[in-house]
T-cell receptor, first 116, second 115 residues
């Protein structure tokens, strides 16, 4: 069985601080995909990034960066110089590979509050 | 126009009523999914469909049924709604094929309240 753990239920920081959201996953598969989604107060789910299990390169996109480490089964997300617009619930998710794979397994989410 | 649409966006119903939530997509994807989100629990998979003739149960399918009327349409039904089915429901789509097509794209969600 697969499992995704986001131990941080809620994080509150002041604007311009850096913040890291943790994600730890469990899977028996050797090939899988990891995702981060953002859910702003309006409720929709916005895709942020996909990482394949065979690609351990870190990724940076503007103020966002992701650190994937297979050795610790972690896929952490860092926001640099946070802004109020970053306030949202962030979900980490896992999907098996292969044609018969089913849907995403989500963590319970981390509610990020950026205070002005 | 949005690639994945859900109707209705909000719905209030009473215990015992049958209701249907609809999802349509213009992305041309073969795979479609229904999830529900409960506060503090993340999203959980209800049903998924890889094509019109393929329907599969997810983690929490009890009390729900689905219909894949066409490649672009996937409906979720609550045969006899109960209050603990109050939740935010999401439809999602993904394509078949290469790794880059594994990403699921979500609709805007339907807020359902069962009284």
């Amino acid at each position: 069985a697969q499992k995704v753990t986001q131990a941080q239920t809620e994080i509150s920081v002041v604007e311009k601080e850096d913040v890291t959201l943790d994600c730890v996953y469990e899977t028996r598969d050797t090939t899988y995909y990891l995702f981060w989604y953002k859910q702003p107060p309006s409720g929709e789910l916005v895709f942020l990034i996909r990482r394949n299990s065979f690609d351990e390169q870190n990724e940076i996109s503007g103020r966002y960066s992701w650190n994937f480490q297979k050795s610790t089964s972690s896929f952490n997300f860092t926001i640099t110089a946070s802004q109020v617009v970053d306030s949202a619930v962030y979900f980490c998710a896992l999907r098996r590979s292969g044609g018969g794979a089913d849907g995403l397994t989500f963590g319970k989410g981390t509610h990020l509050i950026i205070q002005p | 126009d949005a690639d994945v649409t859900q109707t209705p966006r909000n719905r209030i119903t009473k215990t015992g009523k049958r209701i249907m939530l609809e999802c349509s997509q213009t992305k041309g994807h073969d795979r479609m999914y229904w999830y529900r989100q409960d506060p503090g629990l993340g999203l959980r998979l209800i049903y998924y469909s890889f094509d019109v003739k393929d329907i599969n149960k997810g983690e929490i399918s009890d009390g729900y049924s689905v219909s894949r009327q066409a490649q672009a349409k996937f409906s979720l039904s609550l045969e006899s709604a109960i209050p603990n089915q109050t939740a935010l429901y999401f439809c999602a789509t993904s394509d078949v094929g290469t790794a880059y097509q594994e990403t699921q794209y979500f609709g805007p969600g339907t807020r359902l309240l069962v009284l």
